[in-house]
């Protein structure tokens, strides 16, 4: 029997978003907009809307929906921000992102995941998302700063790169910890000063490169 995947879109948004207090109308209308199903390989296709991650390939995973929601939310989007993401993976975060920023743009240091995210960017017409692959943890400089900035990997620490291309009120969310496991940050930035405020545990892969792990 053929799925019906908006209806399990809905009753995602409702059981596993609405219902942990996830509150942004903006965000719980980008869930029920963006096929997840999608961002898989199609053998996982009928697992896409389940309360837990899933593999992607290469070591790396698609996030559980709460946690891609519940960053989103921290973030605090308006129409008119440009959002840097670290760490495309599925593209997923990014097709989300994409739906409540005027653009993205997406780093990903393993060339085979951004290939796939790319052509998912194409195929469902996301034409504000810019990428490239590279070093995540030292950010994009080239067009910085960012009004927000999301890493979807656990840090060691912030990465300085990161905060440094964040506009004076902008916001950052990492995961900071240990390679088992982390807690988000919310840091906004205050002119040089950097405000910390930690939210929920987490636990996430690895955020490898200069400014993070040394290796995998």
Request: proline fraction near 6%.
């Amino acid at each position: 029997m053929a799925i019906d995947y908006r209806q399990a879109r809905q009753r995602m948004v409702e059981v596993q978003l609405e219902a942990r207090g996830i509150r942004d109308a903006r965000v719980l209308e980008a869930f029920r907009r963006v096929p997840r199903h999608e961002f898989v390989e199609p053998a996982m296709a009928a697992q896409a809307y389940a309360d837990r991650p899933l593999p992607i390939g290469h070591g790396q995973t698609i996030s559980q929906p709460y946690m891609v929601a519940i960053m989103t939310e921290l973030l605090d989007l308006q129409p008119d921000h440009r959002v840097l993401e670290i760490g495309t993976g599925s593209g997923y975060q990014a097709a989300i992102l994409a739906e409540l920023a005027r653009s993205v743009f997406t780093v990903e240091r393993m060339p085979e995941l951004a290939r796939a995210a790319r052509e998912r960017f194409d195929r469902l017409g996301l034409d504000n998302i810019l990428q490239r692959v590279g070093d995540g943890t030292l950010g994009w400089k080239q067009y910085a700063p960012y009004d927000r900035i999301v890493v979807t990997a656990g840090a060691p620490r912030v990465p300085a790169s990161l905060r440094d291309q964040l506009v004076d009120g902008g916001l950052l969310v990492v995961p900071t910890g240990s390679r088992l496991g982390q807690v988000l940050e919310l840091i906004r930035r205050e002119g040089e000063r950097f405000a910390h405020e930690r939210s929920i545990a987490c636990t996430f892969v690895p955020l490898c490169g200069a400014e993070g792990w040394q290796n995998d």
